[in-house]
């Protein structure tokens, strides 16, 4: 991972960049933007085994349990620039930081016109 790839904290911008500006950090697919600029907020409940997890019947947290956090933000260190990063919050979580996530959401083919955004910003402090 170089600053050419990804939106992290080795840029310097410690701010969202546009979607794409980063195109050298494509995947395969060519897909953009699957690491850092923003977190990826799952409805996943965080388990710390996550074999126990998807041996769950019912995976839906409610209330303030933790969630999954993927793929790093602009404030992220290497480490956590990657698609494979799995951590956790909580989704009440009204910090001081400058964290920000993102919710991805499905539209579902019976009800297109009630799903016109297909992201969500939670919150940018």
Known sequence: MTPNHANYADTSLNATSTVGAFPRGASDYE???MSGNVFEWCAT????NYA???KKENNQPEGDARRVLRGGSF??????VRCAYRGWYF??????DS???????????IFPKLCTLRTLVLWSL
Request: contains cysteine.
């Open 31 to 33: 897909l953009l933007d």
């Open 45 to 48: 409940e965080w388990q710390e």
């Open 52 to 54: 126990e997890y998807l």
């Open 75 to 80: 404030g992220s260190d290497d480490r956590l």
């Open 91 to 96: 989704p009440l979580y009204r910090g001081n």
């Open 99 to 109: 964290s920000v996530f993102v919710w991805c959401v499905r539209c579902s083919p």
